[in-house]
């Protein structure tokens, strides 16, 4: 892929987007060609399979293959130059592992700069394995935090119970699948009735409420410096998004 772009002598990069990255439809910049960019994005998409580590970065660039950028091109080049520098990671998927599943759920109130959006991260591991992850920007407009927090929930809830219901095949019954997430407020609310006016937010109140009532899943705090779905929902500095990272269960390749 670096050779394919002309990026095999770029020089590396420590994280696949500086924290105080914003981008935007940028009329005012220099356009570049869409093809080269839509190819440069779908190359990363297909490396997203394995590096759950780039979800974040590759799908806000994404976003603008339409009509992209010189701003855009940069942002996508960083993701080469770090994927570049870590070609010795990877996910790390041990011998007899436990079969306990755990989501984590986070979001980014209001992270998109166009429509003031918020996006969802999910992770789901079974046993310490990393199975399934996902970056989204919500559909709905969430206008707190709790909102957005909530709605990632809800999406976690799905995945988990699409897990339970997988796992059913290889003979495998697990009883409540914990969601993690760092916001006591949408914690609450899954829990204990309110009167919400919002309607997409309803709807997801009585889906993730009753699974929750029915022991389907559980909802549990945990603190957001340790919430690894973080990683997924906007551009980290150094330090946080390699301890992060690490708690996907990226690992350094040994020969």
Known sequence: MLKKFGLEDSKPMKTPMSSDTKLIKDEECESVDSTKYQG????????????????F???????????????HLEAVKRIFRYIKGTTHLGLWYPK???????VYADSDLAGDYMDQKSTSGIYTFVGCCLKS???KKQTALAISSIEAEYISAGKACQQALWMKQALI?????LDDVPIMCDNKGAINLSKTWCNILTKHIKIRHHFLRDNVQKGHISIEKVASVD?????????LKRESFNYLRLGLGMMEHIS
């Not at 998409?45 to 780039?54: M, N």
Request: aromatic content about 10%.
């Open 133 to 135: 992850w996902f970056s």
């Open 169 to 173: 095949d290889y003979d495998v019954q």
């Open 57 to 71: 970065s590759v799908c806000l660039c994404a976003r603008f293959q339409e009509a992209p950028k010189t701003s």
């Open 96 to 102: 007899g592992t436990g079969i306990e599943t755990i």
């Open 227 to 235: 919430n690894i779905a973080d990683i997924l929902t906007k551009p």
């Open 40 to 55: 440069m994005i779908g190359s990363l998409l297909y490396l997203t399979a394995s590096r759950p580590d780039i979800m």
